[in-house]
């Protein structure tokens, strides 16, 4: 099998004639899909990279008739062979009527390219740079040295590009790499298997700890390297699995294994056991492998690096905050706050003047959002335990702001036991009660047309967030869903002042809950305006309509749809999936 190389053919699909086709983008990877079931219909990559001097290589992946070699996409740039095992998992949606609905909005292939991504990482990850606290030039620095010692730790010769982000002055980009082929080939036989949600949270750079470990190869000792595979539950409804956790798996496990569907292509690398098997089943808890080959090679941040000087967030989570841009000294309320990352982020952008209240109604995620705000020193933030559908006055519950001790009664049954646990455990460590300090819900409410700025980013499908490995959703959870976040748009239209900005956003790629809420906004409420944003990252919103049953829902038009952001997951910025709209109130005049 040989390389194929093309140079100076144009991408216009009217200028090519023996090139091959038009390209679709896959992070730093152009993707040709060539027709025909031989040698000449082979999907071949070409590397964009920075240096502008490379010629592209296309590598072609069809084996000739008489390999007797197993060659498989596994997105590496390269040929994968003898071992069989890479990182290609086919996502599937759960549900057909869902599949449907999107194939409807974004076309087939916008679709496939979309699921593709979702069960990857992004490569790029985003650092907000507390600016009230720090520079980001002095993060920049502090970074650099942080990611040249941990890839020395990792004996890896690539290095991670990080840069400031050209548009926005908070944020900071960090540029992983990957895929990689990985050789398996000397670890006889030796294997962990890792259950979906440790394998979802191992490649965005996170090791193997016990409570995720799946099954093992029979006799592992501390410092043996093993192969790390996952495994999707066989029954997701009820969580679960084809085997038994802790189970004993022979050597050499088939690849073919009923119980492990496509399990060739869900191996994430190689790692090394930081204890025993026996360990791992006891103790049930701590680090079990330490991953030293990844298919994907992500910058690993301890959680207290720069702490309260920079945050870990998504690129359009920073944009979603920018997009509000609440100016310094005005009155702000971030709706669904938890766990406090925008409202963080929009105290930064006010200069830490004025007031963000930011509302939950989880006793333990305010608690979380306090502690974030302490973090950041942002205290111009005040958490509020309250539900957003009743938070405007009259409505059925009321709002104060206080600096007392928590009312045991405001808590929830499982919140309470939580919290007796939590004092009990103080108090045998001789610890004193642990004083509560943040604002909950007592006594008034908020008054109509009382904020400057709203934030609505509420609860919704998560169909954006990457990497995912299994999607259940139905179409009943995204109407659901879709008509909750319409209780929560009417409070936060009454809420804002006249002159005043409302942002929506969303994490999910669910035109239900993104562009029909916002034709719902326009046509409900002649005073919302959408407005265009200065920071105008995402791509354009969709038009026309959809039908779902017998329903059928209006989208948006030309001109609209270029006014909101969408975020397609694994799109040219290489993001989760996520969209934001900003709106003026007018006069009703």
């Excluded at 679960?240 to 690849?255: A, C, E, K, W």
């Excluded at 808590?411 to 610890?431: F, S």
């Excluded at 259940?472 to 659901?480: G, M, P, V, W, Y």
């Excluded at 719902?520 to 265009?532: A, G, H, K, N, S």
């Amino acid at each position: 099998m040989t390389n194929s190389q093309w140079q100076g053919q144009s991408n216009d699909p009217e200028e090519q004639e023996d090139g091959p086709p038009p390209c679709r983008i896959v992070r730093g990877w152009q993707y040709h899909e060539c027709k025909g079931g031989t040698r000449d219909g082979a999907s071949r990559f070409v590397y964009i990279g920075k240096d502008d001097n490379r010629e592209p290589e296309f590598l072609d992946y069809s084996p000739a008739e008489d390999d007797p070699t197993e060659v498989f996409d596994d997105f590496s740039g390269g040929r994968h062979t003898m071992t069989h095992r890479g990182w290609n998992p086919r996502l599937t949606w759960g549900c057909q009527d869902v599949e449907s609905l999107f194939v409807q909005c974004l076309g087939r292939d916008r679709l496939a390219n979309i699921s593709k991504s979702i069960s990857l990482p992004p490569l790029t990850t985003c650092i907000r740079v507390n600016t009230n606290l720090t520079t980001r030039e002095e993060v920049l620095e502090r970074l650099s040295n942080e990611l040249y010692s941990e890839r020395n730790e990792r004996q890896d010769h690539e290095r991670y590009d990080v840069y400031p982000h050209p548009e926005l002055p908070m944020a900071i980009m960090i540029r992983g790499h990957g895929p990689h082929v990985v050789d398996y080939s000397d670890l006889e036989g030796r294997e962990v298997i890792v259950g979906r949600m440790a394998g979802e949270s191992m490649l965005k750079g996170a090791h193997c700890y016990a409570p995720g470990v799946l099954a093992t190869t029979h006799g592992l000792a501390k410092g043996d390297a093993v192969a790390v595979s996952v495994a999707v539950e066989k029954d997701p409804s009820k969580g679960q699995y084809g085997v038994t956790r802790n189970s004993i798996l022979p050597p050499d496990v088939p690849l073919d294994d009923e119980r492990f569907p496509d399990r060739k292509n869900m191996f994430l690398g190689i790692g090394v056991l930081a204890c025993s098997r026996k360990e791992i089943v006891t103790s049930g808890r701590g680090l079990a492998v330490r991953m030293v080959d990844r298919v994907f090679s992500l910058p690993s941040l301890g959680i207290d690096f720069m702490k309260g000087d920079i945050m870990v967030q998504n690129l359009p989570s920073v944009i979603a905050a920018a997009t509000l841009d609440p100016t310094p000294g005005s009155r702000v309320l971030d709706m669904c706050a938890a766990p406090g990352g925008k409202t963080t982020a929009m105290a930064e952008i006010m200069q830490n003047r004025g007031c963000i209240y930011a509302l939950d109604r989880s006793h333990t995620k305010v608690k979380g959002i306090e502690k974030v705000a302490e973090d950041f020193g942002a205290d111009i933030i005040r958490a509020v335990k309250a539900d957003a559908t009743k938070c405007v006055a009259g409505k059925g519950q009321v709002l104060s702001i206080s600096n007392g001790q928590v009312a045991r009664q405001e808590m929830t049954p499982g919140e309470r036991r939580v919290a007796e646990r939590q004092a009990r455990a103080r108090e045998l460590h001789g610890l004193p009660p642990k004083k509560e300090s943040f604002a909950h819900v007592l006594e008034s409410g908020f008054e109509e047309a009382s904020f400057d700025f709203v934030l609505l980013d509420g609860p919704c499908t998560a169909l954006g967030l990457r990497p995912r490995l299994l999607l259940q959703t139905t179409i009943e959870d995204l109407k659901k869903t879709a008509s909750y976040q319409r209780i929560l748009i009417h409070n936060a239209v009454k809420l804002v002042k006249q002159g005043g900005y409302l942002v929506y956003s969303t994490c999910t790629i669910n035109p239900l809950e993104n562009e029909c809420n916002v034709r719902y906004i326009l046509d409900t409420f002649p005073e919302m305006q959408l407005v265009r944003s200065k920071y105008h990252l995402g791509g354009p919103g969709l038009t026309g309509s959809v039908t779902v049953g017998d329903s059928t829902y209006s989208l948006l038009q030309m001109e609209e749809a270029d006014m909101v952001q969408r975020f397609d997951p694994g799109g040219d910025l290489d993001t989760m999936g996520f969209f934001i709209a900003k709106f003026k109130k007018r006069d009703k005049t």
